[in-house]
Nanobody, 128 residues
Framework: QVQLVESGGGLVQAGGSLRLSCAAS????????MGWFRQAPGKEREFVAT????????YYAESVKVRFTISRDNGKKTVYLQMGSLTPEDTAVYYC?????????????????????WGQGTQVTVSS
């Protein structure tokens, strides 16, 4: 099993920045990537960004591509999501997730069904 704990959410004004963290513990060697998803009220959960543990390969949703940066610290088993130029449309609960697979996989999964472990989520609210 893998446990994921998000932190760093909060209230920020439009145009501001926020950094989310996701700390992984447990059998992290059984995962090969970490992703961020978000879910706004009344909307489906949507993919935000993902990064592979071994190569650091990244992939972003078009809506966040130039504003968000995902990074990882392998030693700390932690993934970060640096969010900038935030708008009220970024308001959502942000979840980190991890897919099962060999540590050296280089694919970048973007669908929620590809992920097996999920954190509890952290609320991000952007005020206008």
């Amino acid at each position: 099993q893998v446990q994921l704990v998000e932190s760093g959410g909060g209230l920020v004004q439009a145009g501001g920045s926020l950094r989310l963290s996701c700390a992984a513990s447990g059998r992290t060697c059984s995962t090969y990537a970490m992703g961020w998803f978000r879910q706004a009220p009344g909307k489906e959960r949507e993919f935000v960004a993902t990064i592979t543990w071994s190569s650091g390969r990244t992939y972003y949703a078009e809506s966040v591509k130039v504003r968000f940066t995902i990074s990882r610290d392998n030693g700390k088993k932690t993934v970060y999501l640096q969010m900038g130029s935030l708008t009220p449309e970024d308001t959502a609960v942000y979840y980190c997730a991890a897919p099962r697979g060999s540590y050296h996989y280089t694919s970048v999964p973007t669908s929620a069904y590809e992920y097996d472990y999920w954190g509890q989520g952290t609320q991000v609210t952007v005020s206008s």
